[in-house]
């Protein structure tokens, strides 16, 4: 209960110290008046009015338009509540719109020229008085709309920096978004061919324990170096996803790193056969080289995992304004995969393709090879 009303607090003595004001200021109203002995038989007049219409500022500070209406038509009857009609017509231009503040200041202006009419100020023609009484509601008027206009104003621009503010706030979290997932994309591309190059040295040394001392020290010691590796990417790809760190971007392969690629897997056991057809590979633009790179790598992990042992066919033709085409063959497995696959692989890749503004096709064909075909733009 105090948390609620300590709000009202400085609210409700600045409502005292304004009606004290004001009520001095009738005082002063009704005092001046007595140093004209024609207006001294209207004392007891003024007295009452005063004290009534200050006694209604708390209804002009909570209703306003109600608030008032009341003192203007007591100012019609007296000058002593001429003070609390003025800030009553004030306090309606603050708070309330154009056209009810307009109502209320004619209001005020018409009793005021009534009580003009009745009691006019000694020595101020009654046309000077009503000009005066015009120009001074018009400018009540006036400041009490601008004061809110601008009121208004702030509170727009207030909005609109908040509203900007949570939509920068969107976009840095929609772009913190993708950057993670395009990291984590990349870690899974990378992770994936680590790991089937692993499964496949391990089914080397599985499948033919009879291979000589120095080639099982050799898969042997590819696997440990493999392993190593895919856990420092597993870590990356965790901590990717954790948000913990900021980490450097890991240097982006090429389309020159093409025949790397090719000859680990070779390495590896894969019978590759790799036909380049590319022509002007330099000027190829290097978001398009990494997308080609990407869809070789997936094809060979694929087949690695599907059809260990089989032979993988890559052909890459292209050259600048006809686009760069890729295509990966390889029989169909009849038997258990190397490594079980998620099938996110080809959906990530498929992304990619389509974000670098190509096609990607892939499906078995009729005589049961598995086919996986790209089609990437190469302006001229």
């Given at each position: 209960?105090s948390?609620?009303?300590?709000?009202?607090?400085p609210?409700?003595?600045?409502?005292?110290?304004?009606?004290?004001a004001i009520?001095?200021?009738?005082?002063?109203?009704?005092v001046?008046?007595?140093?004209?002995p024609?207006q001294?038989?209207f004392?007891?007049?003024?007295v009452?009015?005063g004290?009534?219409?200050?006694g209604l500022m708390?209804?002009v500070?909570?209703?306003?338009?109600q608030?008032?209406?009341a003192?203007?038509?007591?100012?019609?009857?007296?000058?002593?509540?001429?003070?609390?009609?003025?800030?009553?017509?004030?306090?309606?231009?603050?708070?309330?719109?154009?056209?009810?503040s307009?109502l209320?200041?004619?209001?005020?202006t018409?009793?005021?020229?009534?009580?003009?009419?009745?009691?006019p100020?000694d020595?101020?023609?009654?046309?000077?008085?009503?000009?005066?009484?015009?120009?001074?509601?018009a400018?009540?008027?006036?400041w009490?709309?601008?004061?809110?206009?601008r009121q208004?104003?702030?509170?727009?621009l207030?909005?609109?920096?908040?509203?900007?503010?949570?939509?920068?706030g969107?976009r840095v979290?929609?772009?913190?978004?993708?950057?993670?997932?395009?990291m984590?994309?990349?870690?899974?591309?990378?992770?994936?061919?680590?790991?089937s190059?692993?499964a496949?040295?391990?089914g080397a040394?599985?499948?033919?324990?009879?291979?000589s001392p120095?080639?099982?020290?050799k898969?042997?010691g590819?696997i440990?170096?493999?392993?190593?590796?895919a856990l420092?990417?597993?870590?990356?790809v965790i901590n990717?996803?954790?948000?913990?760190?900021?980490?450097?971007?890991?240097p982006q392969?090429?389309?020159?790193?093409?025949?790397a690629l090719v000859?680990?897997?070779?390495?590896?056991g894969?019978?590759?056969?790799?036909?380049?057809r590319?022509?002007d590979?330099?000027?190829?633009?290097?978001?398009?080289?990494?997308?080609?790179?990407?869809?070789v790598?997936?094809?060979l992990?694929?087949a690695?995992?599907?059809a260990?042992?089989h032979?993988?066919?890559v052909?890459?033709?292209?050259?600048?304004?006809?686009g760069?085409?890729?295509?990966l063959?390889?029989?169909?497995?009849?038997?258990?995969?190397?490594?079980?696959g998620?099938?996110t692989?080809?959906?990530?890749?498929t992304?990619r393709?389509q974000l670098?503004?190509g096609?990607?096709d892939?499906g078995?064909?009729p005589?049961?090879?598995?086919?996986?075909?790209?089609?990437?733009?190469?302006?001229?």
């Amino acid at each position: 209960m105090s948390e609620l009303c300590a709000p009202r607090r400085p609210r409700l003595v600045v409502e005292v110290l304004a009606v004290g004001a004001i009520a001095v200021l009738v005082l002063l109203t009704v005092v001046g008046r007595l140093s004209d002995p024609a207006q001294r038989k209207f004392l007891w007049l003024d007295v009452l009015v005063g004290v009534v219409s200050v006694g209604l500022m708390p209804l002009v500070f909570r209703r306003p338009v109600q608030g008032a209406i009341a003192v203007a038509v007591l100012a019609a009857i007296s000058p002593a509540a001429t003070p609390p009609s003025t800030v009553g017509t004030l306090s309606v231009a603050l708070r309330k719109p154009l056209r009810t503040s307009i109502l209320v200041a004619g209001i005020g202006t018409v009793a005021h020229l009534v009580q003009g009419l009745w009691q006019p100020i000694d020595g101020l023609p009654y046309l000077w008085y009503a000009v005066l009484v015009v120009v001074v509601h018009a400018g009540l008027l006036g400041w009490g709309q601008g004061v809110q206009a601008r009121q208004q104003l702030l509170e727009s621009l207030r909005e609109r920096a908040r509203r900007a503010e949570a939509e920068q706030g969107r976009r840095v979290a929609e772009a913190r978004s993708l950057e993670r997932t395009k990291m984590a994309r990349e870690m899974h591309d990378v992770l994936a061919h680590r790991l089937s190059l692993l499964a496949t040295y391990a089914g080397a040394l599985e499948y033919r324990p009879d291979s000589s001392p120095e080639k099982l020290a050799k898969a042997a010691g590819v696997i440990r170096t493999g392993v190593h590796q895919a856990l420092d990417e597993l870590r990356e790809v965790i901590n990717v996803l954790r948000d913990e760190e900021v980490y450097e971007a890991r240097p982006q392969p090429t389309f020159g790193d093409l025949r790397a690629l090719v000859d680990e897997s070779r390495e590896a056991g894969t019978t590759i056969a790799y036909d380049d057809r590319v022509t002007d590979a330099t000027s190829l633009p290097p978001a398009t080289g990494r997308t080609a790179y990407r869809v070789v790598q997936e094809g060979l992990t694929n087949a690695r995992k599907h059809a260990a042992g089989h032979p993988v066919q890559v052909i890459v033709t292209g050259h600048p304004g006809d686009g760069l085409r890729i295509e990966l063959t390889n029989p169909a497995s009849n038997g258990t995969p190397l490594v079980p696959g998620s099938g996110t692989g080809l959906v990530g890749l498929t992304e990619r393709v389509q974000l670098a503004g190509g096609t990607l096709d892939h499906g078995r064909e009729p005589g049961g090879a598995f086919r996986l075909e790209a089609s990437l733009p190469w302006p001229p």
